[in-house]
């Protein structure tokens, strides 16, 4: 059995930053790759950022670029997502999201991540 398991939340300024972090335990990681997603009150779950593990290609969301970074450990079998400059709208609950062998990897679709760690939640004040 997979677990992910994030930290790395918390409440910070307008203009600060947060590293997230999601250990992965259970098996030894073979998928397409891993991503983050956030919630919102009220909102769908959205992709904010994803690393394809063969070569490391990261990917993000617009809203995101050039302001969050994803990375890994792959000793500690752990993926980050550093996240400067933070807006307000930033606010969300933070999900690590990995694919075990889905068979089919779309990055920005939640549909492709079968296993989800608990959530993290960010909060930026204005």
């Known amino acids: 059995q997979v677990q992910l398991v994030e930290s790395g939340g918390g409440l910070v300024q307008a203009g600060g930053s947060l590293r997230l972090s999601c250990v992965a335990s259970?098996?030894?990681?073979?998928?397409?790759?891993m991503g983050w997603f956030r919630q919102a009150p009220g909102k769908e779950r959205e992709f904010v950022a994803a690393?394809?593990?063969?070569?490391?290609?990261?990917y993000y969301a617009n809203s995101v670029k050039d302001r969050f970074t994803i990375s890994r450990d792959n000793y500690k079998a752990t993926l980050y997502v550093q996240m400067n400059g933070l807006k307000p709208e930033d606010t969300a609950v933070y999900y690590c999201?990995?694919?075990?062998?889905?068979?089919?990897?779309?990055?920005?679709?939640?549909?492709?991540?079968?296993?989800w760690g608990q959530g993290t939640q960010v909060t930026v004040s204005s």
């Open positions: 259970g098996r030894t990681y073979s998928g397409y790759g």
């Open positions: 999201a990995a694919d075990y062998g889905m068979g089919r990897w779309n990055y920005d679709s939640s549909r492709s991540y079968n296993y």
């Open positions: 690393l394809r593990w063969a070569d490391g290609r990261t």
